[in-house]
């Protein structure tokens, strides 16, 4: 997917006049969060459990070539096959010739971000391979050629009416030719017609939540329970996952199962959790006669060992984004590319370079809301504030507020100079305020002033020199 | 002596004022500097303070940062506490203070020194003083906005509704989503006023929907914030920052209001 | 170098170390072997009749339907269920033995047949590997004698679970399997199943049925 990234500022603005967006959103930052909040009251253990995911993410990551290898084993002895990408290019390459190789026309695709970060569909169709989203949200934008807006609710940001008319204007063709108004036939109709997709499709590809070391399985939650036709009735299972998937054990996976879908939807478990190793056994009735598994790395093994590590623990349950103030106001699209919220301006960055991405970090107040709310307790905002730090660094950041930044340290490193700047514009600012008590517009300040007064100070002086006046202690 | 109404007797207590507080709204830090001093602490207020750093941290200025923490540290050491009326430059001083020093270790341990003696005011007449603050009045239906780094860095939620229960005549409202976010985030306000905008607008709807006529928070930032949007709206909201209202210091006008 | 040998090589050098060697591996080697369980919430670490209902709670809350019965009640309740539902008497069965001895020949009237599922089967009847109190979900293992696709493809799915195949927690579950496939096998598709297919893709609202079964009748069976 082609990244808006850069054009960040615009996205914002398209996005606050979206008033269809702005009505999904409305339902969205209320009840992700409430039903979240409930499934955590019901688990005591669950602050427990966090960190214990963290830690196995971490140990996970630190024996990262390990459980890769050991993964690899166990899928080799079961016929099954491993391939390593090294970057997004390599994955398409590989899926592509793996489809070719099974003369597929259709590939019935179940929901990944990894095949959204390689541009996989995009390859796909360039080949004259037809990949069918089947997660009904993907299907919904796949229909409207619009990328997710959210990692676990892709088609969060539409409307039922807008749904209404996609699944008129596209399905008209196949005989469904009524307009449909209620959500529960629209899911019924999206359901036939995606059945008859299931079945002629050659090819399934998924990704994966996890994948275990222990017994070389990988393995999906959903609600729908699209993966798992996905991955049961093509003759061919392609698996795209990226390296820092890889886990220990089933214990393992119970835990971070326990935290996951909790923090994503609220639910004690999602309704359909599959463990798929290797190809269908001799005697099986059903499943894939081969699977594969593709393994990506596009750029995160050189954030193994840097500051920036943390961010691999991630296992995509959207809870940051869910409770973002930011993620809230504009949505997944503003964002530019295909993760948003919180952990996508720790990620894109990463994956798509500073100078596309650099808004990305920078929009944020620090509230902290993603990391209390993060299963693995990656530390958001410190890393927002790494890629911050680096922008600096590079001089990257706004030759304005680099020049504002140098002014402010330059007198908040000198107290003396400090105290007589701040008593002027005391002064000045109180003067001219006294009147109405605040300003409506203010020179330098039209940013704030855009939307909102700016209180004036109180009259009387700076603190500090009204403490010194009274005579106050100062050591 | 120590008695339960002057728990803090004996104690130097050294206040960092914040830069707002010191530009827009010194009646903060005299409330701050009576609550201390009426719990019986002496209260210092260190000439060489300016700012904790914030804007440069988080504007990935961590140079500018670590010379405005290392001025802070020299300041403030040799005092029992550090108190401020700010949970944001509070959580700088106790959270991110020691982190800047990683690769220096003597000033990693001076920073950690001064982080495990600063309090956010109320969390600090509360949970470390237990103090019963003079008995006040004020006649006013209040709702309170929970500042970001005061709720999630240090914990301060239960302290400052504990206090303003013990004020005689207040009476508290709770608004839907007082944890979160208002929108000002320092700098964020300036470089995104648009998303700072929306996010302004649900708060503003939040505390309206309260019908309480006046507002309150820890952080003066965030104050400025909402009162500047609840004045453009024209809705008729009081905002002022909760020491104020603890310390009985109400005759001043609210932020944002004209002097009479 | 091979693409396999140069992410590996990558991994290690930000890591900072090479091949995992000496204590760490055995460490890690030893940490596969035993797997040791992390913690295990208190919710299912009950008394053996109140698993069985905190089982029949989260099935339940999550639009399954449940019921309990002997074992000589197993075909009649499943003829009632389909009537009560207006279903018909019909359905496509797993081809396991165990489900042999439910008694269908007294119920001529309920029509069954044993393999894969085609587009006309309307329900399924399936045995389970396991049931999980903890949150009232549903074990089902691939093999010759459960295909995949009967979880999936009919609309209604009336599985028959024994009461002693209900454990507490998934580590109990893993035990199974370990004991049942062997250390570190697991059989083509282990499916864990929590009520019947949802979506809340349009508007956040819950449907039913997006792509599994729209209905979930699940009867505990004592023996």
Redesign the interface.
């Known amino acids: 997917m082609k990244s808006t990234a850069h054009a960040f500022k615009d996205n914002v603005g398209e996005a606050l006049r979206d008033t269809n967006l702005q009505q999904s959103l409305s339902i969205m930052k209320v009840g992700f969060v409430e039903r979240r909040r409930g499934a955590v009251e019901r688990m005591p253990e669950f602050e427990a459990l966090r960190d214990r995911a963290r830690d196995i993410k971490n140990h996970a990551l630190a024996h990262l070539d390990f459980y890769l290898e050991r993964f690899e084993q166990k899928v080799l002895a079961l016929g099954g096959h491993v391939h390593w990408a090294p970057t997004a290019e390599d994955a398409r390459r590989i899926v592509l010739d793996l489809c070719q190789q099974a003369n597929a026309r259709t590939v019935a695709k179940s929901k990944s971000m990894i095949a959204e970060e390689i541009g996989l569909n995009e390859h796909l169709e360039a080949h004259g391979i037809a990949p069918i989203e089947t997660d009904l949200g993907e299907y919904i934008i796949q229909l409207r050629q619009e990328p997710p807006s959210h990692i676990i609710a892709p088609a969060v940001h539409l409307t039922k009416d807008q749904v209404a008319d996609t699944f008129h204007e596209h399905h008209s063709k196949l005989g469904f030719t009524r307009r449909l108004t209620e959500r529960n036939d629209l899911v019924a109709e999206a359901r036939h017609v995606l059945r008859q997709k299931f079945q002629q499709a050659d090819v399934g590809i998924t990704g994966a939540n996890f994948l275990v070391a222990e017994t070389g399985s990988s393995m999906l939650v959903t609600n729908e329970g699209n993966a798992d036709l996905s991955n049961t009735l093509p003759k061919t299972h392609i698996v795209i996952a990226s390296i820092e998937k890889v886990i220990p054990t089933l214990e393992d996976a119970a835990t971070l199962l326990r935290v996951l879908a909790r923090s994503a939807t609220g639910q004690e478990w999602s309704s359909y959790t599959t463990f798929n190793t290797g190809p269908k056994r001799s005697g099986d009735p059903d499943g894939p006669q081969a699977y594969h598994v593709v393994l990506l790395d596009n750029g995160r093994s050189n954030v193994l060992g840097s500051e920036m590590q943390d961010m691999l623990r991630c296992i995509r349950c959207g809870a940051c984004m869910n409770h973002c103030p930011v993620y809230g106001a504009i949505g997944g699209h503003a964002y530019g590319w295909v993760y948003p919220g919180p952990i996508g301006a720790v990620l894109d960055p990463q994956l798509l370079g500073l100078e596309e991405a650099g808004n990305l970090p920078n929009a944020s107040t620090f509230c902290g809301r993603c990391e209390s709310v993060c299963p693995v307790r990656i530390p958001l905002p410190k890393l927002m504030r790494h890629w911050r730090e680096r922008e600096f660094e590079h001089h990257l950041t706004p030759p304005t507020v680099r020049k504002a930044l140098g002014l402010w340290a330059f007198l908040a490193k000198r107290p003396k100079l400090y105290r007589a700047a701040t008593g002027i514009a005391n002064r000045a600012l109180a003067l001219f305020g006294r009147a109405e008590g605040r300003y409506d517009a203010l020179p330098l300040a039209g940013g704030w002033t855009r939307h909102r007064d700016m209180p004036a100070p109180q009259a009387g002086g700076t603190f500090h020199a009204q403490w010194k006046a009274r005579g106050g202690a100062t050591r | 002596m120590r008695s339960p109404t002057r728990p803090g007797t004996g104690l130097d207590v050294a206040l960092f004022v914040t830069c707002l507080v010191d530009m827009f709204r010194p009646s903060v830090g005299f409330a701050a500097a009576k609550l201390l001093e009426d719990a019986g602490c002496r209260v210092v207020v260190p000439d060489a303070q300016t700012c904790c750093g914030q804007p440069g941290y988080n504007s990935g200025d961590r140079a500018d940062a670590i010379a405005i923490a290392r001025q802070v540290i020299e300041a403030f050491e040799g005092y029992d506490y550090v108190v401020v009326p700010s949970g944001s430059c509070g959580g700088m001083i106790s959270h991110h203070y020691p982190a800047l020093f990683a690769d220096e270790p003597a000033m990693k341990a001076r920073a950690e020194k001064l982080a495990s003696r600063t309090h956010e005011l109320t969390g600090f007449l509360v949970d470390v003083l237990g103090v019963a603050p003079t008995p006040t009045r004020c006649d006013a239906t209040v709702t309170y906005h929970d500042s970001c780094s005061g709720l999630r860095e240090l914990g301060v939620k239960a302290q400052p509704r504990q206090l303003l229960a013990g004020v005689e005549g207040v009476k508290l409202v709770e608004m839907t989503g007082a944890e979160i976010c208002c929108g000002f985030g320092g700098t964020f306000c300036v470089k995104y006023p648009d998303i700072s905008n929306a996010m302004l607008d649900d708060k503003v709807a939040d505390i309206a929907a309260t019908g309480a006529g006046t507002l309150l928070a820890g952080d003066l930032g965030c104050l400025l914030n909402m009162a500047g949007k609840l004045q453009r709206e024209g809705r008729p909201v009081k905002v002022r920052h909760v020491a104020e209202v603890i310390a009985g210091m109400t005759d001043e006008p609210a932020i944002g209001e004209p002097a009479p | 170098m ?3 040998e ?3 090589g ?7 170390r090479g ?2 060697a000496g204590e ?2 055995a460490a ?1 080697e030893t ?2 072997a035993e ?5 295990v ?3 299912s670490q009950i008394p053996r009749e109140r698993q069985i209902d905190l089982f029949e709670e ?1 099935a339940k ?2 639009h399954a339907t449940v019921a309990r019965v002997a074992s000589t009640e197993v075909a009649s309740a499943v003829t009632d269920y389909l009537a009560a539902n207006n279903l018909p008497a019909a359905a496509v069965m797993a ?1 396991d033995p165990a489900l042999d001895r439910y008694g269908w020949k007294d119920r001529p009237m309920l029509e069954i047949r044993r ?2 599922p085609v587009d006309a089967d309307r329900v399924a009847i399936t045995g389970a590997f396991a049931g999980v109190a ?4 549903l074990i089902f293992t ?3 004698d459960h ?3 009967l ?3 009919p609309e209604t799915h009336v599985v028959i679970l024994r009461e002693d195949d209900l454990v507490g ?3 109990e579950v ?1 035990a199974r ?1 370990r004991a049942r496939y062997g250390e ?22 819950l ?1 039913l ?5 729209r209905r979930m009748h699940i009867l505990i069976v004592r023996d």
């Open positions: 091979n693409a396999r140069q992410m590996l990558a991994i290690r050098r930000g890591l900072r091949e995992l760490a591996r890690a940490r596969l797997h040791p369980v992390n913690i919430p208190k919710r989260g809350a999550v081809p393999g894969l903890e949150t009232g979900t691939s093999g010759p295909p995949t696709s979880n999936l493809l927690a998934y580590e893993f399997l570190g096998s697991m059989p083509r598709t282990v499916n864990t199943v929590t009520g019947p297919s949802r979506t809340a893709d349009v508007e956040q609202q449907e049925g997006a792509h599994g079964p």
